[in-house]
């Protein structure tokens, strides 16, 4: 049945009440559970005093978002901030000397990058990423897919898999406590970007793409450390286009966007001193004492940060890029949205890297249940080795390809009669609300298999246990209960996008 499939509106009122009803119930046991064990000897290395005027401590178990925001924060605002002036004012000068600065700015990007990560981490590592980049380049020109492809993940293993990676960590100089998260995330994103540049390289049918088009495109501070992946095509395309020109009402979706981001940014810090989502779930003899329900939202509201910090932190490089006239990666999309494995991601540049050499590549149309498979076990096999091969990663993985296989087995067989002829004999909104049932199981089978790698397999299996064998009845049709309610109201708010696209398509055909 299609999208457009419309609920009365009563019951849509009913289900936001039960979802806000849930939300708040659930939030307050976490709420009494992070008052009655502060003090905790397990809370002491992750909780610590916070602003003072709150009067709580603050969980600080995340250190990403804690470097962000918090420790490294002046450091990270004065590199890009740094980025942004340094163009602007060689932009500015360039005319002045003969240059068009508008069409070398790709250039003035990648030599402010280039100093700056030579700064930050000195000539041994700036040795190792040119090397890298080198030696892809050097397949590259070779113009054969498969080749870049062994290339880029020999490459890529050199880094996560030992002992090489320790050899390659050992030639950096200097100690800092940024020192392994920029190692790890410079490497691996250079070798991500230089596969993409070699792939691209392939599809060139007029000569090649030179070594200084790669540096200019791997040496793009903004994107160099902690991504997100631009694939080189879309990075070429727009960094070299000259006419310059801001969008209606850009600057003000700019300036929008950055407020945006620092007010979330605000409230995460507020939540983070009276909910401990990050510290009790890694307490497993506390959460083993916990209800279903304060399980269920720890799960949820776990998932539901990561994204956040996601669409945080790429929004504020997001903002950089969009003020250099790109079009970067945009956030994920929340998993609050999600009820299918298919678009189930928590950072789109890797998904979209994945998507157009992988994924897409192998699959076509994803129609055919054997294509489907192997594409579907390439893509998993290629992010395990990204996000460096270990136990939880093996079944993160496995869980997540097969749920993303069983919704095209499930899909097939509804496809066919009897269901599909029972499914058109039914109303839409009825077919809808079926739909919706077994969209909120699938939404939980995305939570567990998700959770087990944002906290532990022993968290994750726990969850499982109490809320699906433990938990029933009571508990598990309760929690499917209330997902159900916010699913159909992620198929409201897809509706309502629905129609309004189509009218602004009918709007534009009448023009």
Sequence with gaps: MGIKAALPRYELYLYTAVLAGALIWAGSWIFDASIDNVSRKAFKESVKPGWHYFGRKMDVADFEWMMWFSTFRNHILFALTGHVI?????????????????????????????????????????GLVLSHCIILYSVAMVKRKWMCFAAGLASLASIKLEPYNSWQESLVTGSFDLQDILFYGGCGFSIMRCMSFALENCE?????????????????????????????????AQVNNTKLIRKEREMWNITTKALLHLGVILVVDVFFHYL??????????????????????????????DWVKAAVMFGVINTVAT????????????????YVFAETHFDRGINDWLCKYVYDYIGGDHDKIPKELLATICTFAVTTLWLGPCEVVYIWSFFNCFGLNFELWVAKLFSIPPFSTIEGAMGEAMSRRIRGVFNAAN????????????????????VGRRLIFKGFPLSSLSVLLVTYCGVQLVKERERQKALQEDAELVKEKAE
Excluded: E
């Design 323 to 338: 003020l250099d006239h790109l079009d970067p990666p945009q956030p994920p999309k929340c998993i609050t949205m999600l």
């Design 276 to 305: 401990y989502i990050l510290t009790i779930p890694s307490d497993m003899k506390l959460v083993t004492k916990l209800s279903d329900w304060c399980l269920a939202g720890l799960a949820y509201s776990n998932l539901v940060y």
């Design 204 to 236: 060139k049918k007029d000569g090649n793409y030179t070594f200084c088009d790669l540096l200019k495109y791997n040496f793009y501070l903004p994107f160099f450390f902690f991504g997100p992946i631009m694939t080189f095509d879309r990075y070429h």
């Design 443 to 462: 939404f939980w089978a995305i939570v567990l298999y998700n959770v087990l790698s944002l906290n532990s397999l022993g968290f994750a299996k726990l």
């Design 86 to 126: 340094f163009a602007k004012i060689l932009t500015l000068v360039a005319p002045k000397i003969g240059i068009n600065g508008c069409k070398h700015r790709s250039l003035i990007f990648g030599v402010y990058g280039g100093l700056s990560v030579l700064v930050t981490m000195g000539w041994t590592f700036m």
